[in-house]
């Protein structure tokens, strides 16, 4: 075997492994969608509203703590290799778990959240570590395959997660901090580290590890803030789906859970279909800047349709054309990583966590606001208007990859 052909297998062994650990730690979240809400409920006495303002601040809060600590772990991953801050995300999230299994108050559930804030990094890190093992011009493809794990996840975790909640409403966590501390181990033994120690970054510099000096990373580097402002979009946009979507798709259709479960299973599948088999062909024929403005426009018009479609039948049309926006992200990853050196790709990615934590603290607020105003007055009774804007901000985005979006060399 030529060390070339060794180098390459390693490669595909690598992809591999963080394959399996994004799929494993996107169910152990996927798991806890239809269960959290319900224990939080719990804990408040029944109260739907009250359950409510503290689902608020639970997200709101691990958006702001992802917000601080994204550059943070980021530079770790440049300092220090990516395989350590892997398994510190793991564990804080399988420790996130068992507080909520255990949880006798609801401020210890709420310290499980603040602790999962300040160390999730999984998704993010393992972007930077596929970066390190694969060839520029192979990045979007391998990138869209990280997003269909991420769908994937959020496909049949829920699923799992309303199964075992049947049972009991603890279970289900019990069996994320289950699944995400074999993804520990299997981190630990098995998983080898992508960055090797003369590619690291030489210090760890405490100016760039905040919000701030995250951004003078992105504004040094010809073209990347730009492009971090798509994807800021594009994060924001798509905040509009967890807020209100069950709420929007009840209150227009009348669909009952049973319905909104195989809605989303429709919208999954076909994105993890684009995600897995399409990406890497598209991206080859038309380039990674043109998947940006596919993805881009395909949001666009699945969300102002979502927004307009008068029945339920009519809104199926919409979710083939809208699963097009998981080109997005692998096109916009692989041009951005393609404009920093190897020991800025954990900060790279730090700044892009901290940028969709951002959105994870102002998204649920101005969705969640606009669709009560819509609904409470009857002169402008428009039920879609929070989904017509987040049509906005992918039109936004769509503009400005246009203008900023180039093809660097590689």
Same mark, same amino acid.
């Not at 591999?16 to 152990?28: D, G, K, V, W």
């Not at 440049?78 to 609801?106: E, H, K, Y």
């Not at 019990?174 to 033994?189: D, I, M, Q, S």
């Not at 730009?226 to 709420?247: D, E, M, N, R, S």
């Given at each position: 075997?030529t060390?070339?052909?060794?180098?390459?297998?390693?490669?595909?062994?690598? $992809?591999?492994?963080?394959?399996?650990?994004?799929?494993?730690?996107?169910?152990?979240? &996927?798991i806890?969608?239809?269960?959290?809400?319900?224990?939080?409920?719990?804990?408040?006495?029944?109260?739907?509203?009250?359950?409510?303002?503290?689902?608020?601040?639970?997200?709101?809060?691990?958006?702001?703590?992802?917000?601080?600590?994204?550059?943070?772990? #980021?530079?770790?991953?440049? =300092? @220090? #290799?990516?395989?350590?801050?892997l398994?510190?995300?793991?564990?804080?999230?399988?420790?996130?778990?068992?507080?909520?299994?255990?949880?006798?108050?609801?401020?210890?559930?709420?310290?499980?959240?603040?602790?999962?804030?300040?160390?999730?990094?999984?998704?993010?890190t393992?972007?930077?570590?596929?970066?390190?093992?694969?060839?520029?011009q192979? =990045?979007?493809?391998?990138?869209?395959?990280?997003?269909? /794990? $991420?769908?994937?996840?959020f496909?049949?975790g829920?699923?799992? &997660?309303g199964?075992?909640?049947?049972?009991?409403?603890?279970?289900p966590?019990?069996a994320?901090?289950?699944?995400? $501390?074999?993804?520990w181990?299997?981190?630990?033994?098995?998983?080898?580290?992508?960055l090797?120690?003369?590619?690291?970054?030489?210090?760890?510099? @405490?100016?760039?590890?905040?919000?701030?000096?995250s951004?003078?990373?992105?504004?040094?580097?010809?073209?990347?803030?730009?492009?971090?402002?798509?994807?800021?979009?594009?994060q924001?946009?798509?905040?509009?789906?967890?807020?209100?979507?069950v709420? *929007?798709?009840?209150?227009r *259709?009348?669909?009952?859970?049973?319905?909104?479960? @195989?809605?989303?299973?429709?919208?999954?599948?076909?994105?993890?279909?684009?995600?897995?088999?399409?990406? &890497?062909?598209?991206?080859?024929?038309?380039?990674?800047?043109?998947?940006?403005?596919?993805?881009?426009?395909?949001?666009?018009?699945?969300?102002? @349709?979502?927004?307009?479609?008068?029945t339920?039948?009519? *809104?199926?049309?919409?979710?083939p054309?809208?699963?097009?926006? &998981?080109?997005?992200?692998p096109?916009?990853?692989?041009?951005?990583?393609?404009?920093?050196?190897?020991?800025?790709?954990?900060?790279?990615?730090?700044?892009?966590?901290?940028l969709?934590?951002l959105?994870?603290?102002i998204?649920?607020?101005?969705?969640?606001e606009?669709?009560?105003?819509?609904?409470?007055?009857? /002169?402008f009774?428009?039920?879609?208007?929070?989904? *017509?804007? /987040?049509?906005?901000?992918?039109?936004?985005?769509?503009?400005?990859?246009?203008?900023?979006?180039?093809?660097?060399?590689?």
């Amino acid at each position: 075997m030529t060390d070339e052909t060794a180098a390459a297998a390693g490669r595909r062994a690598s $992809f591999r492994f963080i394959f399996a650990l994004a799929l494993m730690n996107s169910i152990s979240f &996927g798991i806890m969608i239809p269960i959290l809400p319900n224990l939080i409920k719990q804990f408040t006495g029944g109260d739907t509203a009250a359950a409510s303002e503290w689902n608020l601040v639970f997200a709101a809060t691990w958006g702001l703590l992802q917000f601080v600590s994204g550059p943070v772990l #980021g530079l770790m991953a440049d =300092r @220090w #290799g990516r395989r350590p801050v892997l398994l510190i995300s793991l564990f804080g999230l399988a420790v996130d778990f068992l507080f909520m299994a255990m949880a006798p108050t609801l401020w210890w559930l709420f310290l499980g959240r603040i602790l999962n804030g300040l160390t999730a990094a999984s998704f993010s890190t393992a972007n930077a570590y596929l970066a390190d093992v694969t060839a520029p011009q192979e =990045r979007a493809k391998v990138f869209g395959w990280m997003s269909s /794990a $991420f769908s994937f996840g959020f496909i049949f975790g829920p699923a799992i &997660g309303g199964t075992l909640g049947e049972i009991d409403l603890r279970l289900p966590f019990f069996a994320a901090a289950g699944l995400t $501390f074999v993804n520990w181990l299997y981190g630990f033994f098995i998983l080898p580290e992508s960055l090797p120690p003369e590619r690291r970054a030489k210090t760890f510099d @405490w100016k760039r590890a905040n919000p701030v000096g995250s951004l003078t990373l992105l504004r040094s580097h010809t073209g990347l803030l730009p492009l971090a402002g798509v994807g800021f979009l594009f994060q924001l946009a798509h905040v509009v789906l967890p807020t209100i979507f069950v709420l *929007y798709l009840g209150y227009r *259709y009348n669909w009952t859970p049973a319905i909104l479960g @195989w809605t989303f299973l429709a919208t999954g599948v076909a994105g993890v279909v684009v995600q897995t088999f399409l990406v &890497g062909p598209i991206v080859k024929q038309v380039g990674e800047r043109n998947a940006v403005l596919i993805g881009a426009m395909a949001g666009m018009l699945g969300f102002a @349709w979502y927004a307009a479609a008068p029945t339920g039948a009519l *809104y199926f049309l919409g979710v083939p054309v809208f699963a097009f926006t &998981g080109l997005l992200m692998p096109g916009l990853q692989g041009l951005m990583t393609r404009r920093v050196s190897p020991q800025q790709q954990g900060q790279l990615q730090g700044a892009n966590q901290s940028l969709m934590g951002l959105s994870s603290i102002i998204g649920p607020i101005i969705f969640g606001e606009v669709f009560a105003w819509s609904l409470r007055h009857e /002169a402008f009774h428009l039920p879609g208007l929070a989904i *017509y804007l /987040a049509a906005g901000l992918m039109g936004l985005a769509f503009l400005l990859a246009f203008v900023a979006a180039r093809q660097p060399a590689d």
